[in-house]
């Protein structure tokens, strides 16, 4: 133990009060740069995701200069929309509507979990694209889909091969289901990346949750848009469930973590202690976990 | 004359073609790929016998039939007009050698091996049939296609279409039903006839006992029948049809299931929606399933080996069986907050989806499919 000299001690209680004094300030600071959520509500699946792209073009819309989304929904499983194993086909439709109108070209690149021919279909979204003309990627068959890439930032997971479009587009876009799921508890965003990279496999091995977690914070959406129409509680990801909420909700951030945060309260009262990725976000500082720090604005379609 | 052989030749390339076409599928609809092998009356009647049940729908009955018929009267002329292998054997005729390299016909004594072996239960050597062999060259890689097409194509250039005149058997079949030809046909074989006989009976009676219970039994298509081995005719209609690409040729095992079709699930599952197998098969070693009767059918059941288990030997997070599962049948046993899979054995289907996922690496895959014979229903629905 090193004694402390008097210069020392007045010089580190000087610093230490000249902190404490401009803390008011910080925590002002802090209060301007809350991280807004908005959360739409209403019955009509359409309805709610026009309220929500309306929001998502007075915020910033794509960026300035986005002429190429990537957009990533989720569609691995051979599910109907009713289950809710995938990402409605409705909100997927008006985003693709309002997003192409707004003068972006749109991919949804998807590395499915069952074959993509019956995933895509079951799922709704291979109609709603053709509708719109976009192509849906099936990131399993399609050749040179993947790019490796470091992830400074992460602890266990520290490269991993994304597909190739998500690293290219302008603007990138988050869209899953909110959902039950064995090893995770539950798969809203951050889990959702699972579906962009090709060793999704060795991530259950090295640590689920941290893995998670450290690919959050190299892949950063533009926009996380969760689904939460309607999720299973039980028997996710793929159902089906018999035991299904019906919050009619979409949540919109531009900080994925928070979306996650604010879903899961559908689920659990307090997500950070139940879902492990969550907290090890908020412990890396990935994204706002505590709603106090959030603005979340509620909006009834 | 030459003007009917241009012609003929012109028909028989055509049919060779679309025939290809047909075995290799692609976009076709999958009933296509049963099409080849399900002409061959050969393979209905002796199947038919050996099952003691006519499988076959009308649908699937009458092309069989009419070729049957055509024979009554015409004698070879599916062999020398439309027969794919035929023309395929045919084509180095103009180059052959016209050597014998097989003085002695054997086609009679084979044709009566397959009826004497299926009124006993057993089609044996109905693998020789023209059209199965036809239908394996989509298939080519596995050893039996690979080594008999190219062998007797190879045999042509020396003696012409030696395979067609002095062994298949479904030729022999022809020849014997023409009306006009029977009694000459039969007599003149007589030694052949009892030979068959012999052979086909021995063979019905001593291949079940081979080799029984040596190997782990394979996981089968769903649909496939207790006698799965016996009357399955490698035509490989199955592993074609296949969207995941998860039948395969059986390597080892014993003499009855030799290069018969099993699943393997290194690479897919079989689908939850996925009857395609069940609607190719043309010998009735496959029984049609509806989609529903498909749903409820187990061909296996998993089980887990908890020492591998990322999640029971290793505490991790995985349950990743359970993710893809289709059918809920992984159920959840918590340790803390770790949670650890087990299986439901009435809801397991045994599709693999899980031994397909299951990422446990450290001492190879955690979860496997152990066969299910007789295949059950479970009860429920879709």
């Given at each position: 133990m090193k004694k402390l000299s008097r210069r020392e001690f007045v010089k580190t209680g000087a610093l230490s009060s000249a902190a404490l004094a401009a803390l008011p300030h910080l925590a002002h600071a802090e209060e301007k740069q809350k991280t807004d959520v908005w959360v739409f509500t209403g019955s009509n699946n359409r309805a709610l995701m026009t309220a929500c792209m309306e929001t998502l073009f007075n915020h910033g819309?794509?960026?300035?200069?986005?002429k190429k989304v990537a957009l990533k929904v989720?569609?691995?499983?051979?599910?109907?929309?009713?289950?809710?194993?995938?990402?409605?086909p409705e909100l997927v439709d008006v985003f693709l509507e309002k997003a192409i109108a707004s003068g972006v070209k749109v991919v949804i690149p998807e590395n499915p979990c069952h074959r993509a021919e019956k995933s895509f279909s079951a799922s709704g979204l291979q109609a709603v694209a053709d509708k719109h003309k976009v192509k849906m990627i099936d990131l399993k068959s399609a050749k040179n889909a993947f790019v490796e890439v470091k992830i400074?930032?992460?602890?266990?997971?520290?490269k991993e091969k994304v597909a190739r479009e998500f690293l290219e587009a302008d603007a990138v876009v988050n869209m899953p289901v909110a959902k039950h799921h064995g090893g995770g508890k539950l798969t809203i965003?951050?889990?959702?990346?699972m579906g962009a990279v090709?060793?999704?496999?060795l991530w259950h091995a090295k640590g689920l949750h941290q893995c998670i977690a450290d690919f959050s914070t190299f892949m950063k959406p533009t926009w996380a848009i969760v689904d939460a129409t309607c999720c299973m509680t039980?028997?996710?990801?793929?159902g089906p469930s018999e035991d299904m909420i019906y919050p009619q909700q979409i949540i919109l951030s531009r900080d994925q973590v928070a979306a996650d945060v604010v879903a899961a309260l559908l689920f659990h009262e307090d997500p950070c202690a139940t879902i492990n990725y969550l907290a090890i976000a908020r412990d890396m500082g990935i994204?706002?976990?505590?709603?106090?720090n959030m603005n979340i604005h509620h909006i009834t379609v | 004359m030459a003007k009917l052989n241009g012609l003929k030749f012109v028909v028989r390339l055509l049919i060779l073609a679309a025939a290809l076409f047909f075995v290799i599928g692609?976009?076709?609809?999958?009933w296509m790929e049963r099409l080849i092998p399900a002409l061959s009356p050969l393979t209905l009647f002796a199947e038919s016998i050996a099952q003691r049940?006519?499988?076959?729908?009308l649908f699937w009955s009458l092309p069989p039939l009419a070729v049957l018929v055509l024979a009554v009267f015409k004698g070879r002329f599916f062999c020398q007009w439309i027969c794919p292998l035929g023309t395929l054997y045919n084509l180095p005729q103009k180059m052959s050698?016209?050597?014998?390299?097989?003085?002695?016909?054997?086609n009679a004594a084979v044709f009566w091996t397959i009826i004497s072996a299926s009124i006993l239960g057993l089609p044996a050597l109905?693998?020789?049939?023209p059209l199965s062999t036809f239908n394996r060259i989509g298939t080519w890689t596995a050893w039996i296609p690979g080594l008999l097409v190219p062998l007797f194509f190879l045999l042509s250039f020396f003696q012409p279409q030696v395979w067609c005149t002095h062994l298949c058997p479904l030729g022999y079949g022809f020849d014997l039903v023409n009306f006009k030809n029977t009694k000459r046909v039969f007599r003149r074989d007589r030694r052949q006839f009892l030979t068959g006989l012999g052979i086909g009976g021995a063979a019905a009676v001593i291949l079940p006992g081979?080799?029984?219970?040596?190997?782990?039994?394979s996981v089968l298509p769903?649909?496939?029948?207790?006698q799965f081995s016996e009357t399955?005719?490698?035509?490989y209609a199955c592993l074609s049809a296949c969207p995941s690409g998860i039948i395969q040729v059986k390597k080892g095992g014993s003499l009855n299931e030799l290069a018969m079709p099993e699943l393997c699930f290194d690479g897919g599952a079989c689908e939850e929606s996925c009857n395609r197998c069940s609607q190719v098969?043309?010998?009735?070693?496959i029984r049609r399933l509806s989609d529903g009767k498909k749903w409820r059918t187990q061909i296996g059941v998993a089980k887990v080996k908890k020492g591998k288990c990322l999640a029971w030997?290793?505490?991790?997070?995985?349950?990743v069986c359970d993710e893809y599962c289709p059918y809920n049948a992984i159920e959840t046993i918590w340790r803390g907050d770790i949670a650890c899979p087990v299986v439901n054995t009435d809801l397991?289907?045994?599709?693999g989806a899980c031994e397909n996922a299951c990422p446990a690496f450290r001492a190879g895959k955690a979860i496997f499919v152990h066969s299910l014979q007789p295949q059950q229903t479970i009860k429920g629905t879709v």
């Open positions: 819309g794509f960026g300035p200069n986005a989720n569609a691995a499983w051979e599910r109907t929309p009713e289950q809710a194993a995938n990402t409605h400074p930032n992460g602890k266990t997971l520290t965003c951050m889990k959702n990346w090709e060793g999704r496999k039980t028997k996710g990801p793929q994204g706002e976990t505590d709603v106090r | 692609g976009p076709l609809p999958v049940s006519w499988y076959a729908g050698l016209k050597k014998k390299v097989l003085p002695l016909r054997l109905l693998v020789l049939d081979i080799g029984k219970n040596k190997t782990t039994p769903p649909g496939a029948t207790e399955c005719t490698r035509c098969c043309p010998t009735g070693a030997a290793d505490n991790e997070y995985c349950m397991c289907r045994g599709c």
